[in-house]
């Protein structure tokens, strides 16, 4: 028999491995926390378990957004964030879920040099994430991972996407703090709006602030926000400049996101957000536990089956859906 | 009673209206393939017994799927290949399901105008699609648009998705030929091989190439390619130039894609891809169906039940996702 300890909840057994794992996060040991992060990435079976013992705590840090089209500078800002929210006397998580970040390997070269700032220091954990490929995406792997970084004592975690698509956009959106990220002079007020991005933002940041047509995108963001009807006693997203490079704009930028997270408490959003957000989390990982199931096995067979009936045309995809479904059960 | 015509294949009945849309849609006319699209979108009742009806036939046409990071000029170049495949004598239809999309109505001036060139041809269909906020997403609401404008004649489908994020590079992957576009100079060689949007690919475009360092861009590429191990008698991905502004290398792209189609058909491979794709399809509609029933009546009030116990920490998240699930059976 496999010795291991049971955490009570029906999630099974942990390993020892996966149980020094745990207390190694718990301690802060970084090459723990990245074992644990992998361990997720991947979806093991000893993932319930392990997320399971993590979750008795419950979640306490801070998670903040960061998205906007390619190019606006997120990494620089985040970089900069972690900077200033590290000298404040905070530990920093961040997770970035951006293919495209330089945190996943493909950095421009100021990135990664600002970014080893921030490499021997143990207040700060960096991680990219896998955004393809997994079972339930990102939506369900994005909760779990903070629930690492939370239970290994960081108190805020940035999670950075990219603000193209809809996964993506979803996961910088169930933040608790979302900033949206622009340029000047890329037309990217008018294409934000219509992306849909401009309204999960809790904050709007004007990035490059020092460049040509920073003014001109200030105004253009202000009037599409004065456009927009919100509740009385609603939050007002504030549009900001920062230029990350110099770090103008940052400390500010810091305060407005502890603005918005005092609103969240006494406003009683924050308590709605965390709900929100827990039942995003549960559908995205009871369908990617549905989507397992139809991949597995005998479902997989069948699913193959109607495919092919699809393919050459003796079913259409509703009937063959819904057989699927049906077998499922 | 409601009079209808039955479809017979347990889809429900359509009623008379939706019925002569659909013969509408079959003789081409522009008003009804924009009604039924738009049906389609939004999921209602009688979309399961309309695209029973349209399946009947099978899908005829080819799909071409394009994508890119923003800016690469996606628009320009599908602009470019509508007008190439009519000189073809071909019936063209064009889904943008980029959010940033001209198509969706944020057109940059110089792209509006090249599409308005086929605004009163009816031999071109060019429509935007939402790409949030479905049940099944993207995945399953491209392969129901592909079959209306395969019913209405169109024989090549331009799906046009932006090369970023997870659900976008899956849309464009679903079609017969697969095109990724790159600009130089964005150091895009290296990032899109990273965010994975290479190896999709079935034919690399370098577009813009008559702009400084196309040539290191090409050869980049073409060194990436090298280091791909592909089975023998497998598609080697040529790398192409266009300028689609000025129409340069646009008929070699269209040959190219004839050479692809040619290579499916006589590899196999083709069918094979049918397969995977009816596979694909099939599965995102089971999991729209499955997300529907979690967010019905008494399931999404199970959900907020075991959302709050999760919030407040008195579960854990896989006990909460198993638990809806569980409950669904």
Known sequence: MKEGVSDHTGNGVMSRDASSLVDGARAGRVRDIGRLLSLIEDGGPEVPAIIATLSAEGVRARTIGITG??????????????????????RVGVLAVDPSSPFSGGALLGDRIRMQEHATDDGVFIRSMASRGQL????????????????????????ETVG??????????????????????????????????????DILVVNKADREGADATVRELRGILALTERPAGGWEPPVLRTAAVSGDGIAVLCDSIDEHGRWLAHSGEGDDRRLRRAREEVEALALGMLRRRLRDGASSERLDRVARALRDGRTDPYTAAATVVAELE
């Not at 994005?142 to 960081?154: I, S």
């Not at 809809?166 to 990217?188: N, R, Y």
């Open 69 to 90: 089209s390619p190019g606006v500078g997120k990494s620089t800002v985040t970089a900069a964030l972690v900077g200033e929210l590290r000298r404040r006397g905070e």
């Open 136 to 159: 339930g995406g990102m939506a369900a792997t994005t909760p779990q991972a903070v629930r690492v970084l939370d239970a290994a004592g960081f108190s805020t975690v940035l999670i």
């Open 164 to 201: 193209v698509g809809q996964s993506e956009v979803d996961v910088a959106a169930a933040a608790d703090t979302s900033l949206v990220l622009l340029a000047p002079g890329m037309g990217d007020g008018i294409q934000a709006a219509k992306a849909g991005i401009l309204e999960i933002a």
